[in-house]
């Protein structure tokens, strides 16, 4: 197990409807990288998180939004939710660090949302 | 634009066997790349990674290889095991943002 914890694991909404998905970092973590995951496909990148500001964005609407918070835990949030939402959500924490290229990005288990 | 892409999506191999897994990708200015495992209701599970100034890496029984010649990278799983059924991909990082392939399904049978 990697320490990240998502909640919930499983979700049904219908379309236009909003969403929250919630995050827990691995502790001492201070980036957050949010990834859908449609069935069949790799992950794709949403946006990354540290230190509260967003700091990355991938090809996706401004109705995808999140939040990171003091203790680093994060929040996806999907506005006016499209049937092409319905998909495995990932979050992952990584400790960013000065001067390293890349931080190794510790998944959770996902939430599985189902939009009707 | 820049992709990852995988050769085949479901490879079978018998139980003992040798798997390799393939991987191409578009951008040839990558320089670093991992693979991952994901099991079924699990996230992605990291395995091994390479950066671009080397042509191989080991693990414990996986080997990653690299061809930045042709953009393609593939991982080797020695002695195969029936826990190593999964989904692999091959991701490539870039600025810090992981840029994942579709995916190749490993069925291990006895």
């Known amino acids: 197990e990697t320490g990240v914890t998502q909640s919930p694991t499983h979700l049904i909404k219908t379309r236009g409807q909003q969403v929250t998905l919630r995050c827990s970092s691995q502790s001492g973590h201070n980036t957050v990288s949010w990834y859908q995951q449609a069935l069949g496909q790799g992950p794709q990148f949403i946006f990354q998180y540290y230190r509260e500001e967003e700091n990355g964005r991938g090809n996706f609407p401004p109705r995808f939004s999140g939040l990171q918070f003091p203790n680093y835990s994060s929040e996806l949030n999907v506005n006016a939710l499209e049937l092409d939402d319905s998909a495995l959500y990932l979050c992952a924490s990584s400790l960013a660090m000065a001067g390293s290229s890349y931080n190794e990005q510790f998944f959770g288990p996902g939430t599985r949302l189902t939009v009707l | 634009g820049e992709s990852v892409g995988l050769h085949l999506p479901t490879l079978s191999v018998q139980e003992g066997d040798n798997s390799i897994i393939n991987c191409a990708y578009s951008?040839?200015?990558?320089?670093?790349f991992i693979w991952y495992k994901q099991e079924s209701g699990k996230g992605p599970q990291f395995i091994i990674d390479?950066?671009?100034?080397?042509d191989k890496r080991q693990g414990q029984r996986v080997t990653v290889l690299l061809n930045k010649t042709v953009k393609h990278l593939s991982l080797q799983i020695a002695a195969t095991q029936p826990g190593d059924s999964a989904v692999y991909f091959c991701a490539d990082e870039n600025t810090d943002k992981l840029i994942f392939g579709t995916g190749t399904r490993l069925q291990v049978f006895p």
């Open positions: 951008n040839s200015a990558s320089d670093y």
């Open positions: 390479i950066r671009s100034n080397m």
